[in-house]
Structure formats: C-alpha cells, structure tokens
C-alpha cells in the first residue's frame, strides 16, 4: 500500500512537471544602429543602383558642353522626337530612375515655364511652340516603370538678373513649378558649376555669387515639403563622387562630415563615420561628353560594366548620362551599347551559385533564428540580416557549395539600415592540400555598405569564407552571394572608355612654326600620342596663358572645324578652358578666328573638345591660343587637330 502510494505521487509529480510550459528564451534585441543611417528615401535611392540623366537642350544643336546663354531657340527642333524610344534605350540598360536635364546652364528651359517669356520651348519650331517636352518625357518614364527626377541648374547665363536677388525668385518660382506641375519626383539635381563667364542678358561678363545667394534652406524645405520620397543631389544627402568618370574611391563610406559636394574629389572616398549619412552619385557620361557632338562615340558596353562594379560595387548608385541626337533620339550605336550593358549584367548576375550552401557562422546574435547566417543567402537586402552580439568586432561565416564551384564574383552588403558597421574585411576559399587542406585568401578591403563586389580571376572551391577583420559595431550582413562572370565577358575587363580620340586629318608632314614657351617639347601636341603633353610649366616656373603654337600642315586644306584633347593622366592642371583658333594662308596674316570660345566642364570631364566652324576655312597653317586653363597657371595640350570639309 505504501510503495504504491508513493508511486502514485511520483506519477502526479512527473504529469504536473510535463505539463508545465517551458521558460520563454530570453528577448534578443534588434542591434542599435550605429553612426549616421539613410533616411527612407535615400534607401530608396541605394536600392535603384542605376540611374541615367537625359542630357539635351540648344546647345546639342551648337555643339557645346555649357550654353553660354545666347544660343538662338530658333535651332531647337528635333523633328523625330520621341521620349518613349529614349526611355526604353534607357531602360534596356537596367537604368530604374532618369533625371531630366529641365535647364542647364544656358538658361533654355524644355517646358513652357510660365515664368519666362523668352528662353523655352514655346520659343522654339519644335511642336510649333506648342510642346512641353518634360511632360513627354514624364509620360514616357511612367509608361516604362521608370522613377522621374528633374534637374534645374542654379547657374543661368542667359539672364540679366543672375547674381541679384531677382533671379533667386525667379529660380525658386521654377523650381516650385517643376516640383508641383508632374507629380512625384525622386531626385532633384543640383549642379555645382555655379558664377562665372556668361551673356546675362547682352552684358558678356563675369559674375559671382556667395555661398548662399540661392537661399538653399528654403530650397531644401520645399523639396522636402512638395516631394517627400525625393533625394537632393548636391546637398548633405547625396555627394559627388568627385569625378565624372564613374570610379568611386576605395572604400566610398556613405558618410561625410560636411557635404563637400562641389569639392573636386573631397567626396571620392567619404569620411569614415561622418555625421551626414550623405552617399556618392558616380555619374559618366556615356558619350565623350554630356550632350550629343557630332563625330562622338559611345563608350562600349563592356566598359560601362566596369565602371558598374567600380560604382554600385562600391557603395554608390551609377548614374549615366545619355544623350539624345539633333533628331531628338538616341542614335543607334548609343542604344545597342546600353542595350548590351543591361544584357551583360544579366548574364553576371542572374544566377547565385551560393543558393542552396550549407552556412555556418562563428556566432549568431543571441543563438536567435531571427539572426541566423542563413539571411545572407534568402534574397532580401533589407528586412533580415545575418547579425553578430555585442562587442564582437571580428567574425565569420562560411558557405559551403557541398561540391567545387567556378565562381569569379563575389557581392556583399550590409543592413545599411543599421549604419555602416564594417571597417576590414578579407575572402578565403578552401584549397585542397597535403594535409587536408586549407584557407588560401584572395581578396580583401575596407567596407562594405550598400553594395561591395569583388571581381576577379575565377576560383573554384567547395567553400567560401568571409572573414570580418574589425568592426566599429557588432557586424551584420544582409547579402553573400557569388556568381560567375561568363568568360566572354571577363576577356572585355578592363576595356577602354571608348576610343581615346579623333585624330582628324593626317598629322603626316606638319611641323610646328613657333610656340610660345617650352615646358615640353610643342610637337609632342602634334605627335598623335595621348601620352605626351605640350604644356608651359618651364624650368623658369609655370608660364601663364595665353600661350600659343603655330603650325605649319605643309599643303592647303579646306578645314570644317578644330580638335583639342586635354591631358589624359589624371590630372587638370592646365587644360584649356578658353581658347582661339586661326587659319593662314602664309603663317603671317591671321585675320579672324575661324573659332573662338570655352571648352565648358573640362576640368570634371576632360574629354576631347570638337569644334565646328561657322564656316570652312581654307589655309596652310593654324595657330592655337590657349587664353585660359581651368586649374593652375601653366596651359597643357595632349593633342591639337583638324577636321578636314
């Protein structure tokens, strides 16, 4: 009686434990983001990757980089415009966002603004002055899917009120109107070329402006009031990435401790905790040049996927301008090169060869599932991550491939959502070996952020490992993925930007007459070698403009315009910003120039500069005026040329 009284009472107590619930594991918290963070609509904008900006205006018709302002609109009228045929060459290349150049630095505006009489559309043949070509161009891109944005250049050099304070309402008046007249908007540009050379209504002068005479607190508070989801460019919420080639610094931390956004590479590298959340925009221009010229190119399409993985590969979104041809189109060579961009990332990124690997990470936030490694690899960039606990600064995670697998690409990103958290990171692959094997490295860098890619020769292993070498807060990553470069496409790496140049007519027989100084040898602008320079730094000290070389072609020709190529190392000191052209018969009597002008943005995109003559000329000889360099004393020529009738 006894035992089975106690045997009973053991029963009721192991039912009673069993039915009890089970401790609730303890909460594991989200991480604390760390330093600056994107807002809404900067995530937004990291999540486009590519964007393009439409580039076209009067000055397509004169063959100029920067309208000075007094371009007639009589010469506006692209007869076989058709905004659709842009956006879609444009959408071919993955391009998700287009920023419509509205008014560039001439002052023509390509909608009816209600605000100018003289300087429009409605001033041009092009519809019979009936047109409104932002509202085409909007149409199109919502047609296509494709996110609007509007550029409106501060800088005006067609009115006689730039630089008084007639002029800021005038502009704010503009950018209301765009602002509320299309509906939404997601980036609105603003230009960092702002005072100088200009019409300004017949004046012909020079004028400057404080750092705050377009009053930009009111600017930003009706942006932010009339289009919520819209990101500034040229402000303290996207930067510069301090060249126009579309190369961003290595690293490029999405944080700046002031805005520098005008600054000439001050934003190609960012500053490592910055308290601006402010990324880089890596723009390029997909023609030497923003706008149409005639005798142009297009950068080839394998090139601009390399200047995919030096933009989005590193933290930034690549924004590409294109340019529509006096037919108000883009020209055939220009929309099958983006065409084949679209199709070649496609090819690179279509399959991650790392779905379905095993992962295996060196610690898991708070052993929670919601943390697991596993989110590097389910396909969402925001809304999960692979998260480390707190006080870590070094950590791993491997995948293995359960069998060798090529692979020649490697993407990663951070929970940007959390701030950028990792500051060194290396990839390893397991290498067979006498002793069963081991990690061999092959690659290794400074943050992450948004976007990091590496792309190299291929390896083949059956794991991969990232490994986390510092880290200013507990590490988190949203994405590991590895994918394969198809081999055609890695033989076109590295490709150039297109051609180099134009070389014009035969330098065969031209002999240089007289230069004006010798810092290097002034044949060496004649040479057809990009590599040599004619500049005016002498052993006397750098010689300031104007310098001048006179040429002699040894024969008679009728010339239909001029060539310049600036400097091609890197560097821009020197190269021409104002110049003027004259053609002789004896070398003697020069009489007018055949051209006289600026080579406009040359200092940020020191492309080759060709100029059409009014007019064909006829001579023997030529003399070159360098009136000017954009930055620094000395004046610097790569190669002077002529185009022949």
């Known amino acids: 009686m006894f035992k089975a009284t106690v045997a009973l009472g053991i029963l009721v107590l192991s039912l009673a434990a069993s039915a009890a619930p089970e401790p609730a594991p303890p909460e594991v918290t989200a991480p604390s983001p760390y330093g600056a963070i994107p807002s809404p609509a900067q995530l937004a904008w990291h999540n486009r990757e590519i964007i393009g900006m439409v580039n076209f205006s009067t000055i397509t018709y004169y ?20 905004a659709r045929q842009i956006v879609r060459a ?10 419509i150049n509205a008014k560039h630095h001439g002052g023509f505006c390509l909608w009816p603004s209600k605000f100018n009489d003289t300087y429009t559309v409605k001033n041009s043949p092009w519809r019979n002055g009936k047109g409104d070509m932002l509202r085409e161009f909007v149409a199109a891109c919502r047609e296509e899917g494709v996110g609007v944005g509007f550029y409106l250049s501060p800088w005006d050099r067609s009115r006689g009120d730039y630089g008084q304070s007639g002029y800021v309402t005038y502009y704010h008046n503009q950018l209301r109107e765009l602002l509320t007249s299309y509906g939404e908007v997601l980036e609105v540009w603003f230009d960092g070329a702002n005072g100088g050379d200009g019409w300004y209504g017949g004046a012909k002068e020079t004028r400057h402006i404080g750092a705050d005479y377009y009053q930009w607190d009111t600017i930003y508070k009706m942006v932010h009031e009339t289009q919520p989801k819209a990101v500034m460019y040229g402000t303290n919420e996207l930067r510069w990435v301090g060249n126009e080639n579309g190369v961003a610094g290595d690293p490029c931390w999405a944080t700046m401790n002031s805005p520098k956004s005008a600054d000439y590479g001050a934003g190609n590298q960012g500053d490592r905790n910055g308290k601006y959340w402010c990324p880089a925009e890596s723009d390029f221009p997909q023609r030497n040049g923003w706008f149409w010229h005639p005798g142009g190119h297009s950068k080839s399409a394998a090139a601009m996927l390399d200047r995919y993985f030096t933009s989005v590969g590193r933290n930034t979104v690549m924004d590409i301008g294109i340019a529509p041809d006096r037919r108000g ?11 084949g961009l679209g199709e070649r990332i496609r090819a690179v990124f279509t399959k991650n060869l790392a779905d379905g690997a095993k992962v295996t990470a060196s610690e898991v936030r708070g052993n929670s599932a919601a943390y697991a490694g596993e989110h590097v690899l389910d396909g969402r960039s925001t809304g999960t991550c692979w998260a480390a606990n707190d006080g870590t600064t070094d950590a791993s995670v491997v995948l293995d491939f359960e069998k060798r697998t090529e692979f020649s690409v490697v993407s990663l990103r951070e929970p940007i959502q959390l701030g950028q958290r990792i500051d060194h990171w290396a990839l390893d692959s397991w290498q067979p070996g006498s002793n069963g094997g081991d990690w061999e490295q092959f690659a290794e860098g400074d943050g992450i952020g948004a976007r990091r890619l590496w792309r190299g020769n291929p390896i083949v292993s059956n794991r991969m490992r990232l490994r986390i070498i510092g880290a200013s807060a507990s590490p988190a990553l949203s994405e590991i993925a590895v994918y394969l470069e198809p081999e055609s496409s890695r033989k076109e790496a590295g490709a150039a930007l297109g051609k180099s140049y134009e070389a014009g007519l035969s330098k065969k027989g031209w002999k240089i007459v007289s230069a004006s100084s010798e810092g290097a040898p002034a044949a060496n602008a004649i040479d057809d070698n990009p590599a040599t320079l004619w500049h005016s730094h002498t052993p006397a000290g750098p010689q ?11 024969a008679q020709h009728v010339l239909s315009g ?4 600036p400097r091609q190392d890197n560097c821009t000191i020197g190269n021409v910003d104002r110049y003027a052209f004259y053609v002789s018969d004896d070398g003697t009597t020069w009489g007018e120039p055949a051209a006289r002008g600026e080579f406009g943005n040359i200092k940020a995109d020191p492309v080759q500069q060709r100029v059409v003559f009014d007019k064909p000329v006829k001579g023997r000889y030529f003399k070159f005026v360098a009136l000017h360099s954009a930055d620094g004393i000395p004046i610097a020529v790569a190669e002077i040329g002529v185009i022949g009738k």
């Open 329 to 339: 189109l883009i020209c055939e060579e220009d929309a099958a090169e983006l065409k």
């Open 90 to 99: 444009a959408k071919s290349a993955g391009i998700q966002l287009l920023v």
């Open 63 to 82: 063959g100029k980089e920067w309208g000075y302002g007094d371009e007639d609109p009589a010469k506006f009228n692209p007869t076989q415009f058709d």
């Open 562 to 565: 001029m060539l310049y190529l």
């Open 544 to 554: 300031p403009a104007p310098q001048q070389i006179v040429v002699d072609m040894g």
